[in-house]
């Protein structure tokens, strides 16, 4: 099927909906199409569109819960994704990283995932980051971030992330899995007002060695595509409105195929945010 | 004999002695140290555990934390 695009008629979804404020600049044609099941979406727009392009999305690990979420963010229209992965692509990943292919096989996660993901999505920028992030470049690019997803497949990072959202107050989201196990999360440093205080990383109790990982365990396949879901909705959901919503948790039960939805509660002495969270 | 207590674990209904608190649960039924709880939908710190003292019905759920992705 061939699309014409100059007789597209923008007019016949926009009319659903009610722009908050008035439009700087339409969607241009082929992006108007790109993205039109999504503006037919009862709370979408052309603003909210433009105002997803003007946002910036570090995923620090593109494997598999990096895959699916930058996909789906990718595909929304976030307007700059930067993906972070010093690993190289190996057969044994293929399974549930859904953005590589075999000829893949030695290159570097986040550079294979950025051309992948720019077949997908040409009106967007995406960036690798091919490097083991420090701490330092880590909190630097943190900084320069709308919203941070922790798609990691070890401790270290993880809780690196939490530290310098602690310390930069910023909103983070992050999951973790191994054989069935796996549970995704949204940390909110941010308190007061209205928003009871929510807990971190360290205050759910990820301030030891945890055990294997995949590599040790296995992992069950669907089940970090699943994570990787999530993350990206919950993306496009703080992306959107930036509601301050307070720490929680989406745990995996495998025996019900099924999520649960927990807050986390704020450790007191938690020597990440037990300092500042009474700020 | 001494008084027993109908709680919900993972789902599964369960009798457990009546002034069982989390930390008591936890070494009564997971294997592995590191665990985190929910009780009744609130995930409590783990220092907390030896101050909740388990109620008739309460819900928890008891989870592997993992560090994989």
Request: glycine share 8%; aromatic share 6%; proline share 4%.
């Amino acid at each position: 099927m061939v699309i014409n695009l100059t007789t597209l008629e923008k007019s016949s979804t926009s009319a659903n909906h009610s722009a908050p404020t008035a439009l700087q600049s339409p969607l241009p044609d082929q992006q108007f199409l790109y993205y039109s099941r999504q503006l037919l979406l009862p709370d979408w727009s052309e603003q909210r569109q433009l105002q997803l392009q003007q946002k910036k999305v570090l995923i620090v690990g593109m494997g598999g819960l990096g895959c699916p979420a930058a996909t789906y963010l990718a595909g929304a229209g976030v307007g700059w994704l930067l993906l972070a992965d010093g690993d190289k692509v190996e057969l044994s990943n293929l399974p549930r990283q859904t953005l590589f292919r075999v000829s893949d096989v030695g290159a570097n996660k986040a550079q294979a995932a950025a051309a992948t993901l720019q077949q997908l999505n040409p009106f967007i920028r995406i960036d690798a980051l091919p490097v083991i992030l420090d701490e330092a470049e880590l909190a630097r690019r943190i900084a320069w971030a709308d919203l941070v997803l922790d798609c990691s497949d070890n401790l270290a990072t993880k809780l690196a992330i939490n530290r310098i959202c602690q310390q930069q107050q910023r909103c983070w989201l992050g999951a973790s899995a191994s054989g069935y196990q796996g549970y995704s999360w949204l940390i909110n440093p941010a308190s007061g007002g209205c928003l009871a205080k929510g807990g971190c990383l360290e205050c759910l109790g990820h301030q030891q060695p945890l055990p294997g990982g995949c590599l040790q365990q296995g992992v069950y396949t669907p089940l970090v595509g699943q994570l990787g879901l999530q993350l990206a909705s919950m993306a496009l959901q703080q992306l959107a409105n930036g509601r301050r919503r307070r720490s929680f948790v989406h745990i995996y039960q495998h025996h019900q195929q099924q999520f649960s939805q927990c807050q986390l509660l704020a450790d007191p002495q938690c020597e990440c945010c037990g300092v500042t969270a009474d700020v | 004999m001494s008084e027993k207590i109908d709680i919900y674990l993972n789902g599964d209904r369960l009798q457990v002695a009546a002034g069982l608190d989390l930390q008591q649960l936890q070494q009564q039924f997971a294997t592995d140290q590191q665990v985190a709880i929910a009780l009744n939908t609130e995930i409590m710190p783990r220092r907390c555990w030896p101050e909740r003292v388990l109620q008739a019905r309460d819900q928890v759920l008891m989870f592997n934390l993992v560090a994989g992705g």
